[in-house]
């Protein structure tokens, strides 16, 4: 079992629409320079950060203390991974400048022995490898590392990847089951997809080996984080249970997903890579079953996981809160890592509908439109006046936060929008097949048959379902289009030069096919109906009992008391009424909304000196209006919901 395709390079590929082109736009003009201030203390009443100062003061060029999480490093790591993706789609002088200086300020702050991170160097010097569990090392070097590929893909220059190859082959040196090794792995799985990143680029087996040692030796007994705390007299965090680290089985005997979200995902990623790499069928029958836990049992309509603030963690089958909904943005985007991942190697429509459904709601909502604030947790419904009182998670996700002291999710973010470009096109050179996953407007160029054939893409998506395709080719050349046919779709048509094409025997997996002989000017047109839905969840959901909630295309929506009041609770919606949608060009810089009608209760029906009555409530008729779920909180803050109670007339 090898991966059926791979994606076509962000550097072949050309976003140029009126939706992602722009915000590839904003993070290379103002998000990348606002988080480049964050990190150097420069914006006035944010969070401060001192992240780039830590590695000043790691460097020696600086004397003060450390300051910020033991994970601080990371923040600077994804900033300069976004970095490289901006710079594979447009070379930028300045900026790459900026970089090459964070990139010498890394080579000062390494040690002799490559080991590279200022917590311990500043915070702790000789107290490194000592709390694997709870310190973050290995994840902090994994972003490292994922920062160094990008960088070197982008410009071609080496520094960064000699400095975090050194880096790795001291971690090869000091892990593994040899006599003097530490037989252990990290707290924070992430360290796993980065070194299968690096082997790609480096050629350098061990880099992988040592990838397939940290997986596998996850949740083995003796048990690492018990035989490790034994040995030191103290520790930073209250000891957690073993599956908050996803070490409380062999990842090939995990079923469900445990434990802090993030790092599940970051660790399956990991995992489905190396299933992969080594043709290991078990092991992606494991990804499978961890796969079908979490995007059938604990996933949000939005693509959120991790439901419970509690260690931002995944709880049990079906426990999907609302008002309380976590849903770290950090694990929308690690979600979308392994559906990328496991859709390279089934090419099934399953994979990228989960991709596309959390890039377009969970994922885009953790940024403000302007690029300057960002939410870390995303919940689907949130009442203000109560958030200030109760002074819980929901007052932190009611408005955008300009930084965090906890800032894992802006750079993140940030490194996701840049790089989409490397998500929307795969090639399967055996079968000589050209996927498309998601309809961005733009082009995208592949060697096929030793020419090149360039495709260019054509769309208002995701407004829109009218997406067109044209092929440019030297020569002419035979191969496969595959185009999604997205699971919310009913009613999907296709042509080519201007011939209906069958789609029933040309399906597979969720993508029509076309074979033939492609030349230069030729034409697809697919036609995708974006009816509005409304969509009901498995009873199991507790809390979206008797709820329904409206959904366009990929789009999710909410209603915000910005247009409809406050109360939203009191809102009921029949499942017969028709939504009207229209495009608002000026609202929320322009957005798709859904207009139709509702009841609510009549205000005159009920005494406000009365806390309870023995008689129903009459209602009235109401107008109420939906945004994009992703577009909410960049107005007056108020309330937002996106689970509206069903009325049955």
Request: charged letters at 25%; hydrophobic letters at 35%; a negative charge.
């Amino acid at each position: 079992m090898t991966k059926v395709m791979n994606e076509i390079p962000i550097k072949n590929v050309t976003i140029d629409d009126s939706f992602w082109a722009k915000r590839q736009k904003l993070v290379r003009e103002t998000v990348i320079p606002y988080q480049w201030e964050a990190m150097n203390d420069a914006i006035p009443g944010a969070e401060p950060s001192h992240t780039v100062e830590n590695f000043r003061i790691a460097s020696g060029e600086l004397k003060a203390d450390y300051y910020g999480q033991v994970f601080q490093d990371s923040d600077l790591a994804k900033w300069l991974e976004a970095v490289g993706y901006a710079l594979s789609v447009k070379r930028d002088e300045k900026l790459e400048s900026i970089a090459d200086g964070v990139i010498d300020l890394l080579e000062r702050a390494q040690q002799d022995d490559g080991y590279l991170n200022t917590y311990f160097t500043v915070a702790k010097p000789g107290k490194k490898w000592t709390n694997l569990r709870d310190d973050h090392e290995l994840y902090c070097a994994g972003h490292l590392i994922e920062a160094a590929v990008a960088y070197y893909e982008a410009t071609g220059k080496r520094k960064i990847i000699d400095i975090m190859s050194r880096y790795a082959d001291h971690m090869v040196d000091v892990f593994g089951t040899k006599p003097g090794q530490i037989r252990g792995y990290d707290g924070h799985p992430e360290i796993e997809l980065a070194l299968v990143r690096l082997y790609h680029v480096t050629g350098n087996n061990n880099y992988l080996e040592l990838s397939r040692y940290f997986v596998e030796e996850r949740g083995q007994e003796p048990h690492f984080f018990d035989i490790e705390e034994s040995g030191r007299t103290e520790h930073r965090v209250a000891r957690r249970k073993a599956d908050y680290f996803q070490a409380h089985l062999p990842v090939r005997e995990q079923k469900t997903a445990e434990g802090h979200s993030v790092r599940a995902l970051y660790l399956f990623s990991g995992a489905t890579d190396l299933a992969a790499e080594y043709n290991d069928r078990e092991l992606l029958d494991v990804c499978k079953e961890l796969w079908k836990n979490v995007t059938r049992k604990r996933m949000y309509i939005t693509g959120g996981v991790g439901s419970n603030e509690y260690w931002e963690s995944f709880t049990i089958d079906y426990d999907l809160p609302n008002d309380r909904a976590y849903t770290e943005t950090c694990a929308s985007i690690s979600l979308m890592f392994w559906a990328s991942r496991m859709l390279q190697i089934e090419a099934d429509r399953e994979y990228a509908d989960v991709m596309e459904r959390v890039l377009y709601n969970g994922i885009l909502s953790g940024i403000s439109l302007d690029g300057k604030s960002y939410f870390y947790v995303n919940p689907l419904e949130v009442w203000p006046s109560a958030c200030d009182i109760r002074e819980d998670l929901r007052s932190v996700a009611r408005t955008r936060q300009a930084w965090f002291g906890c800032a894992c999710c802006p750079p993140n973010i940030a490194r996701l929008i840049a790089s989409l470009g490397q998500y929307i096109y795969s090639y399967n050179e055996r079968e000589q097949e050209w996927f498309v996953h998601l309809y961005i407007g733009g082009k995208a160029h592949q060697s096929i048959g030793g020419q090149q054939v360039e495709l260019t893409q054509q769309s208002n998506y995701p407004w829109d379902g009218n997406i067109a395709f044209t092929v440019y080719a030297e020569q002419p050349a035979e191969f496969t289009i595959a185009l999604r046919l997205p699971g919310w779709c009913k009613g999907a048509t296709l042509k080519v030069n201007g011939e209906a094409v069958e789609l029933a025997s040309n399906t597979h997996k969720g993508y029509a096919k076309v074979k033939r002989v492609w030349g230069s000017g030729d034409r697809i047109e697919l036609v995708l109906p974006m009816a509005v839905e409304k969509v009901r969840s498995n009873p199991k959901v507790r809390e979206n009992v008797g709820k329904l909630a409206l959904q366009r295309g990929p789009i999710v929506f909410c209603l915000e008391e910005a247009d409809n009041g406050d109360n939203l609770r009191d809102i009921r919606v029949s499942d017969s009424t028709e939504f009207t949608q229209s495009y608002e060009e000026v609202l929320l810089e322009g957005v798709v909304v859904l207009n139709g009608g509702a009841w609510r209760t009549d205000e005159a029906s009920y005494d406000e000196d009365s806390l309870y009555a023995t008689f129903p409530y009459a209602r009235k008729h109401v107008r109420v209006k939906a945004i994009p779920y992703y577009a909410w909180a960049n107005r007056e803050p108020g309330e937002m919901l996106v689970w509206l109670h069903e009325h049955h007339v």
